[in-house]
């Protein structure tokens, strides 16, 4: 009988680490993946628009009446300066750390202007709770990513098809470049 | 040559029990970490910086990198209302009430979280586009074979899941998920 607990327990245990194993790291690995396949097909730290075929590649579950752009960060060795043009439509800010997690969002309702700037920075030595921007410098406003790697997501609502052109160009006017000091 | 063969055994029956109990977790969620609401299921913390680790397990199993519910609520369904998997072999109905946010957009996926191919090129309906009732309430017809009105093709593959993404909505959305009126969604057919 004890020795039948004992080996269910240690099964149990075995099963457990297992589980957590999976869980706590497993999301690390894919999503270093997703990155290591973004940065591959795309230019780091450089605004492309993503035509279908390149949605359907760097982009998982991609939403069928969004137009994309994608900047691919890196800035280990420096800010980044995003110069964004928005739209007349939904349209959407993303930044993504190196993790997957979204620190930052703006749409086109929120930025109150047509024409912005963003500056990209390390956040490395700021707590948690006090990671979350913005701070802004005139017509610049600033968002520390706790990452160096990491994607910005520009995202434009296409009504229909024959918009996504017009969408697509809208897009193409925003970019990211690395900020000269 | 007895005890190493237990001992095999004993480590792979662990391993199991550990890729199933995280299948099961990570693939379906539980409660706190989704909010169901009939057939519709959606994890509160989508790419949050806060998110737990089985939200983060969960959409990094696909590798997507989505929005959080400040921006945008995505509610999935893999099950009609009486929680029978989404087949395309089936017909199903979905009726809906307007839905107060700036746009939103209802999509077929595969099992992958790929667009399922089919003539017609659609994949989605949004509320620009889609033919509302009078009272502005819709219907969106699932199916395998083209049917009259909004017709969201769901492929030949058998198994489909669909998302109900409301981009910029309304606050009572991200407060109380569980408890909004959603499109309902019925098997006619099959």
């Given at each position: 009988?004890?020795?039948?607990?004992?080996?269910?327990?240690?099964?149990?245990?075995?099963?457990?680490?297992?589980?957590?194993?999976?869980?706590?790291?497993?999301?690390?690995?894919?999503?270093?993946?997703?990155?290591?396949?973004?940065?591959?097909?795309?230019?780091?730290?450089?605004?492309?628009?993503?035509?279908?075929?390149?949605?359907?590649?760097?982009?998982?579950?991609?939403?069928?009446?969004?137009?994309?752009?994608?900047?691919?960060?890196?800035?280990?060795?420096?800010?980044?300066?995003?110069?964004?043009?928005?739209?007349?439509?939904?349209?959407?800010?993303?930044?993504?750390?190196?993790?997957?997690?979204?620190?930052?969002?703006?749409?086109?309702?929120?930025?109150?202007?047509?024409?912005?700037?963003?500056?990209?920075?390390?956040?490395?030595?700021?707590?948690?709770?006090?990671?979350?921007?913005?701070?802004?410098?005139?017509?610049?406003?600033?968002?520390?990513?706790?990452?160096?790697?990491?994607?910005?997501?520009?995202?434009?609502?296409?009504?229909?098809?024959?918009?996504?052109?017009?969408?697509?160009?809208?897009?193409?006017?925003?970019?990211?470049?690395?900020?000269?000091? | 040559?007895?005890?190493?063969?237990?001992?095999?055994?004993?480590?792979?029956?662990?391993?199991?029990?550990?890729?199933?109990?995280?299948d099961i977790?990570?693939t379906r969620g539980?409660?706190?970490?989704?909010?169901e609401?009939g057939p519709w299921r959606?994890?509160?913390?989508?790419?949050?910086?806060?998110?737990?680790?089985?939200?983060?397990?969960?959409?990094?199993?696909?590798?997507?990198?989505?929005?959080?519910?400040?921006?945008?609520?995505?509610?999935r369904a893999e099950t009609d209302a009486a929680g029978r998997p989404l087949d395309s072999r089936c017909v199903y109905?979905?009726?809906?009430?307007?839905?107060?946010?700036?746009?939103?957009?209802?999509?077929v996926y595969s099992p992958q979280h790929?667009?399922i191919?089919?003539?017609?090129?659609?994949?989605?309906?949004?509320?620009?586009?889609?033919?509302?009732?009078?009272?502005?309430?819709?219907?969106?017809?699932l199916a395998g074979?083209?049917?009259?009105?909004?017709?969201?093709?769901t492929g030949t593959g058998n198994k489909f899941q669909i998302v109900?993404?409301?981009?910029?909505?309304?606050?009572?959305?991200?407060?109380?998920?569980?408890?909004?009126?959603?499109?309902?969604l019925e098997r006619t057919s099959c």
């Amino acid at each position: 009988m004890g020795r039948w607990v004992f080996w269910s327990v240690a099964l149990l245990m075995v099963g457990v680490t297992t589980h957590l194993g999976v869980v706590l790291f497993a999301p690390t690995l894919n999503m270093a993946r997703v990155f290591d396949r973004i940065f591959a097909i795309t230019p780091v730290n450089s605004m492309i628009v993503l035509d279908d075929e390149m949605t359907a590649a760097v982009l998982r579950e991609p939403d069928p009446d969004t137009a994309y752009a994608i900047c691919p960060f890196d800035i280990s060795a420096g800010p980044l300066i995003v110069a964004l043009d928005i739209p007349d439509t939904y349209w959407a800010m993303s930044v993504y750390s190196y993790r997957g997690d979204n620190i930052y969002t703006l749409n086109d309702r929120q930025s109150g202007e047509r024409r912005l700037k963003m500056r990209l920075e390390q956040d490395q030595f700021i707590p948690l709770d006090e990671r979350i921007p913005s701070l802004r410098e005139g017509n610049t406003f600033i968002v520390r990513s706790p990452t160096n790697r990491g994607a910005i997501i520009l995202r434009a609502f296409v009504p229909n098809e024959p918009h996504m052109e017009r969408v697509r160009s809208a897009l193409g006017r925003s970019s990211c470049t690395p900020q000269i000091s | 040559m007895r005890r190493l063969f237990d001992a095999v055994l004993f480590v792979l029956a662990g391993l199991a029990i550990g890729y199933y109990s995280v299948d099961i977790a990570v693939t379906r969620g539980f409660s706190p970490l989704i909010v169901e609401n009939g057939p519709w299921r959606l994890w509160v913390k989508e790419a949050s910086a806060d998110a737990d680790p089985y939200t983060r397990a969960h959409f990094a199993s696909f590798g997507k990198l989505g929005l959080t519910r400040f921006e945008a609520i995505e509610f999935r369904a893999e099950t009609d209302a009486a929680g029978r998997p989404l087949d395309s072999r089936c017909v199903y109905i979905v009726n809906g009430t307007p839905l107060t946010a700036r746009w939103w957009n209802l999509t077929v996926y595969s099992p992958q979280h790929t667009f399922i191919d089919n003539r017609a090129n659609r994949h989605s309906y949004n509320s620009d586009e889609i033919i509302r009732r009078a009272d502005g309430t819709f219907e969106i017809v699932l199916a395998g074979t083209a049917q009259p009105g909004n017709w969201l093709p769901t492929g030949t593959g058998n198994k489909f899941q669909i998302v109900l993404r409301l981009f910029d909505p309304a606050p009572v959305f991200r407060e109380v998920p569980g408890q909004v009126s959603l499109p309902t969604l019925e098997r006619t057919s099959c």
